[in-house]
C-alpha cells in the first residue's frame, strides 16, 4: 500500500536530500514546498517526490524522483499525474519540465519537446531556468486539463 501526502515546510530538508541523492537540483524546494507531493509506503519509507512551481496558468513541473529500489512500478508517472492535477485545480493549463535524461519518459506521459524562446516568459522567473544550471536540457511542454 502506498500513500501520497502533501509536503510541509518541515519536509524541506528531506525533500533537498531525497533529490541530491537522485542527482536532481534542490532551488527553489523552500519556496515551493507546499507544491510538492510525497508519495510513501505503509511503513512511511519514502518512495518518491514530484513537484511544481506556479506562474499564473503556467507550471514548471520539477523534482520528479524516484527511490531506486521502487522503479519501474509506474510510480513515477502516478506522481506526475499527482502534480499536474493539483496544478490545474490552481489555475495551470499547461506544463513545462527540463530534463537532462528522461526525454523518452516524458514523451510517453505527453510532454514535447519545445525550444526555449517559445517558453512562457512568466516561467523564466524560476531558479531552475535562471542559474542556467541545465543549458544542456531539454525544454518540454504539455497541456494539462
Not at 537522485?22 to 524546494?29: H, I, Y
Not at 529500489?69 to 485545480?89: C, E, T, Y
Amino acid at each position: 500500500m502506498r500513500a501520497y501526502r502533501a509536503a510541509t515546510q518541515s519536509d524541506v530538508q528531506h525533500i533537498k536530500l531525497f533529490l541530491k541523492e537522485n542527482e536532481l537540483p534542490v532551488d527553489g524546494v523552500d519556496e515551493w514546498v507546499e507544491n510538492f507531493l510525497i508519495l510513501t509506503n505503509q511503513e512511511g519509507k519514502w518512495m518518491g517526490v514530484a513537484g511544481f512551481e506556479l506562474y499564473g496558468a503556467s507550471c514548471l513541473l520539477r523534482s520528479v524522483a524516484v527511490d531506486q529500489s521502487f522503479r519501474g512500478r509506474g510510480l513515477g508517472k502516478g506522481l506526475v499525474d499527482a502534480v499536474l492535477a493539483n496544478a490545474n485545480r490552481k489555475g495551470a493549463s499547461k506544463s513545462y519540465l527540463l530534463t537532462a535524461d528522461a526525454e523518452m519518459y516524458f514523451r510517453k506521459m505527453g510532454f514535447e519537446i519545445i525550444r526555449r524562446e517559445d517558453i512562457d516568459e512568466a516561467v523564466l522567473a524560476s531558479a531552475e531556468l535562471k542559474i542556467n544550471a541545465c543549458e544542456h536540457c531539454t525544454l518540454m511542454l504539455r497541456r494539462i486539463y
